[in-house]
């Protein structure tokens, strides 16, 4: 072994150093450091087990324990030198505790490779972390819930095509979110299942000489069950794909939310108004109020999905099993953790502070005609089929544009140029509050029904 080779885990076939370059471009210690708790957690209990099936001396495992211990506390003191001539964590590590205690150090990496380890260490950490993000995702959830019972009979336009279509509960609004959050964190929490799962002993592909005991680091690890193919077990990223997926659909529901915060904070809606502490200001224009936060929130939608994407690419028509294309899983994982629990922190502590401005909300509403739908229902319920009455209704706003008049100003005389169905009984079938109120059905916006989903989710929680 040329000299120069001696300092790396693997060079005992090598006879020329690593090009220095060469060893930059393909370490990965910058960003797989993270996993250094994981991986230091992974080796003690993979030294147990060894331990227990005899495989090296229980001596040996004692010191193993003890000087990962060590590394752990020196790492978390920010007292480790971590080297890129050493590649990955799983080297930095293993080269420390075998400079440390010798020759037991260098027993620990029997029967396993760190094509299993890494695969052990990501989901270890990814499990981890999909509860904290279902946790997030209650403090968002909780927030919202709390807001809609806050604001419960406060009227807002409901939009379609961005055009007012219907008055609605700003309630209800909020609770629309409230279900999107709430199937994003089961998405989480199905990701978890199909990452807790043991892979560890597959070795480098096949399997292992040694007699392992799978089970027993299921075990000490906590992972209800363990992978069932060596090749399956460190060729398969899907589970981190699964949770880029979940992640994107989140970011998707946080981005819409975000722009409408973004559009009722501005001086033609005005719905709501946003803490100043969630917005800046302009260097040059003195009267601005940005909703930096929505906006950003909405912006990292992007890298999110690109990070889908680049994983997905990174994994397409890889052969089996292991290739260190897979190395670049990790980056769009971790920066797609770091992004999901920074907006969903930053939103609930924002939904939270927002102000409602209660009367804009409900002068918008009763503009645009909103509830012209509700003559349509009224004249089904005197007998008229519904598409006739749709006609009715369609040159009733016709008429009233061309007078500048709303419906709510027309007399019972007008109405019934239109149809002499109508009665004066129609003035309180276009109220807002009637008009919110005659949503009753299951999923709808009427307050009894708004007040009752509220009460069912919080007993759900
Ligand atoms: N740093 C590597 C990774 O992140 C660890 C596994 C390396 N395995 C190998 N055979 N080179 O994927």
Same mark, same amino acid.
């Given at each position: 072994?040329?000299?120069?080779?001696? +300092?790396?885990?693997?060079?005992?076939?090598?006879? #020329?150093?690593?090009?220095?370059?060469?060893?930059?471009?393909?370490?990965?210690?910058?960003?797989?450091?993270?996993?250094?708790?994981?991986?230091?957690?992974?080796?003690?209990?993979?030294?147990?087990?060894?331990?227990?099936?005899?495989?090296?001396?229980?001596?040996?495992?004692?010191?193993?324990?003890?000087?990962?211990?060590?590394?752990?506390?020196?790492?978390?003191?920010?007292?480790?030198?971590?080297?890129?001539?050493?590649?990955?964590?799983?080297?930095?590590?293993?080269?420390?505790?075998?400079?440390?205690?010798?020759?037991?150090?260098?027993?620990?990496?029997?029967?396993?490779?760190?094509?299993?380890?890494?695969?052990?260490?990501?989901?270890?950490?990814?499990?981890?972390?999909?509860?904290?993000?279902?946790?997030?995702?209650?403090?968002?959830?909780?927030?919202?819930?709390?807001?809609?019972?806050?604001?419960?009979?406060?009227?807002?336009?409901?939009?379609?095509?961005?055009?007012?279509?219907?008055?609605?509960?700003?309630?209800?609004?909020?609770?629309?979110?409230?279900?999107?959050?709430?199937?994003?964190?089961?998405?989480?929490?199905?990701?978890?299942?199909?990452?807790?799962?043991?892979?560890?002993?597959?070795?480098?592909?096949?399997?292992?000489?040694?007699?392992?005991?799978?089970?027993?680091?299921?075990?000490?690890?906590?992972?209800?069950?363990?992978?069932?193919?060596?090749?399956?077990?460190?060729?398969?990223?899907?589970?981190?794909?699964?949770?880029?997926?979940?992640?994107?659909?989140?970011?998707?529901?946080?981005?819409?939310?975000?722009?409408?915060?973004?559009?009722?904070?501005?001086?033609?809606?005005?719905?709501?108004?946003?803490?100043?502490?969630?917005?800046?200001?302009?260097?040059?224009?003195?009267?601005?109020?940005?909703?930096?936060?929505?906006?950003?929130?909405?912006?990292?939608?992007?890298?999110?999905?690109?990070?889908?994407?680049?994983?997905?690419?990174?994994? $397409?028509?890889?052969?089996?099993?292991?290739? $260190?294309?897979?190395? =670049? +899983? $990790?980056?769009?994982?971790? +920066?797609?953790?770091?992004?999901?629990?920074?907006?969903?922190?930053?939103?609930?502590?924002?939904?939270? =502070?927002?102000?409602?401005?209660?009367?804009?909300?409900?002068?918008?509403?009763?503009?645009?005609?909103?509830? #012209?739908?509700?003559?349509?229902?009224?004249?089904?319920?005197?007998?008229?089929?519904?598409?006739? #009455?749709?006609?009715?209704?369609?040159?009733?706003?016709?008429?009233?544009?061309?007078?500048?008049?709303?419906?709510?100003?027309?007399?019972?005389?007008?109405?019934?140029?239109?149809?002499?169905?109508?009665?004066? +009984?129609?003035?309180?079938?276009?109220?807002?509050?009637?008009?919110?109120?005659?949503?009753?059905?299951?999923?709808?916006?009427?307050?009894?029904?708004?007040?009752?989903?509220? =009460?069912?989710?919080?007993?759900?929680?």
């Amino acid at each position: 072994m040329a000299d120069e080779c001696k +300092d790396k885990l693997w060079g005992g076939r090598f006879s #020329a150093p690593t090009d220095k370059f060469v060893e930059e471009f393909t370490a990965s210690i910058d960003f797989d450091k993270r996993l250094y708790h994981q991986d230091i957690r992974g080796s003690i209990a993979h030294a147990r087990m060894l331990g227990k099936q005899g495989i090296i001396p229980i001596a040996d495992v004692e010191r193993i324990v003890h000087g990962l211990q060590e590394i752990l506390d020196q790492i978390e003191a920010g007292e480790f030198d971590f080297s890129v001539a050493l590649e990955d964590i799983h080297m930095n590590i293993e080269a420390r505790l075998s400079a440390r205690i010798g020759e037991a150090g260098k027993r620990l990496h029997t029967g396993r490779s760190r094509n299993d380890q890494v695969a052990l260490d990501i989901r270890l950490y990814l499990r981890d972390e999909l509860v904290e993000i279902s946790a997030y995702l209650d403090l968002l959830i909780d927030a919202l819930v709390a807001r809609a019972e806050e604001q419960l009979g406060v009227i807002m336009p409901g939009y379609t095509h961005l055009q007012t279509a219907q008055p609605i509960l700003f309630s209800h609004h909020l609770l629309a979110y409230v279900e999107m959050f709430s199937r994003d964190k089961g998405r989480m929490e199905d990701c978890l299942k199909r990452t807790n799962v043991l892979p560890l002993g597959a070795g480098a592909l096949a399997g292992t000489t040694f007699p392992i005991d799978r089970e027993h680091v299921a075990e000490l690890l906590d992972f209800p069950a363990v992978t069932r193919n060596s090749l399956d077990s460190v060729s398969d990223r899907d589970f981190a794909l699964e949770f880029l997926a979940a992640a994107s659909i989140l970011m998707m529901h946080l981005s819409r939310f975000s722009e409408e915060l973004i559009l009722w904070s501005t001086s033609e809606f005005k719905f709501i108004e946003l803490s100043d502490s969630f917005c800046t200001g302009s260097s040059i224009m003195p009267q601005k109020k940005n909703p930096d936060v929505p906006e950003l929130v909405r912006g990292k939608t992007g890298r999110v999905y690109g990070n889908l994407m680049a994983l997905l690419t990174v994994m $397409k028509s890889l052969p089996l099993a292991y290739n $260190k294309d897979m190395q =670049e +899983d $990790k980056e769009p994982l971790f +920066d797609t953790i770091d992004t999901v629990k920074g907006s969903l922190k930053i939103f609930a502590d924002m939904i939270r =502070e927002m102000r409602v401005n209660v009367g804009t909300m409900r002068a918008a509403a009763a503009k645009g005609f909103s509830t #012209a739908t509700d003559v349509a229902d009224y004249l089904v319920r005197k007998g008229m089929p519904f598409r006739d #009455a749709h006609e009715v209704v369609g040159k009733t706003v016709a008429y009233c544009i061309a007078n500048g008049k709303d419906l709510p100003d027309l007399t019972v005389e007008e109405w019934q140029r239109f149809s002499p169905q109508i009665g004066a +009984d129609i003035a309180a079938a276009i109220g807002l509050e009637a008009s919110v109120n005659a949503r009753a059905a299951t999923g709808g916006t009427a307050l009894e029904r708004v007040k009752a989903e509220i =009460e069912r989710i919080k007993a759900g929680r």
